[in-house]
């Protein structure tokens, strides 16, 4: 029989599996602009450009070296990787009994190991890679323990996350349609979870490619508004 989960336990799950791919996706996306950046001197801000493609995400105003231990480190910058993963713990918490301990195991490493490298102020990205190796076998333990709804509504707020950040910054347009094709085999198995005026929406967007790949910003703009409204938990 198919478990029915609660709304409140259900929204926790679809967050989890957002911010679990946001952070994956962000691990990777401030690698790539730290490569950018570490040859630039004090004062210029190439950093920036990461900054404001997280739109509502975060906006500031800081030199490199801050923007950088920002965007890791502070609990008050919102889009942090330290909120990120508070916000995952927050969630593993209340979910324990349906994704098991072992999940919960890999976002508690992830939690201690970027504490500490906070005491040092660590601000070479490379060495956080074990948050990256954290959140894949966190993926491999919740496909491994997790099934029915429960997974579905996990596997559906990381595709929704994959979207929005790939939007975000300026992914090819067919990464966005395959993850998308995705996505709908969950509106077929899972249908009260989407409003398909939203999803109507989002597909009228997508399909107009020229805008996309022309980045015109109030275009992505309307396709991010879509999309974070398809889902009704």
């Known amino acids: 029989m198919k478990k029915v989960l609660s709304a409140h336990i259900a929204n926790n799950m679809f967050w ?9 996706q962000m691990m990777h996306l401030m690698r790539k602009a730290y490569d950018e950046v570490i040859d630039v001197h004090e004062g210029e ?10 739109g509502g995400y975060v906006a500031n105003n800081m030199t490199t070296s801050y923007q950088m231990m920002a965007q890791i480190y502070d609990p008050n910058t919102v889009s942090s990787l330290y909120n990120i ?9 209340v979910l324990r009994p349906y994704i098991c301990s072992e999940s919960c195991s890999y976002i508690e490493l992830c939690r201690d190991f970027l504490k500490k490298k906070s005491e040092v102020k660590e601000m ?4 956080l890679q074990p948050i990256t190796d954290w959140l894949l076998a966190f993926w491999g333990s919740i496909r491994e323990r997790v099934s029915g709804s429960s997974y579905a509504m ?3 707020g990381r595709l929704v996350e994959h979207i929005d950040m790939n939007i975000r910054f300026e992914y090819k347009h067919y990464r966005i349609d395959e993850t998308w094709d995705r996505l709908k085999k969950y509106m077929v198995t899972e249908p009260d979870l989407f409003d398909r005026v939203q999803a109507g929406r989002f597909e009228m967007f997508a399909a ?22 398809l889902v009704k938990i």
């Open 85 to 93: 993963i508070e916000r995952m713990m927050d969630n593993a918490i």
């Open 16 to 24: 989890l599996g957002r911010y679990a791919e946001r952070g994956y």
């Open 154 to 156: 996990l596997e559906v």
């Open 45 to 54: 801000s190439p950093y920036s450009d990461f900054l404001e493609k997280l």
């Open 124 to 127: 070479n990205i490379t060495e």
């Open 208 to 229: 107009t490619q020229e805008a996309y790949t022309d980045n015109i910003k109030e275009h992505k703009t309307d396709m991010i508004a879509a999309l974070n409204g």
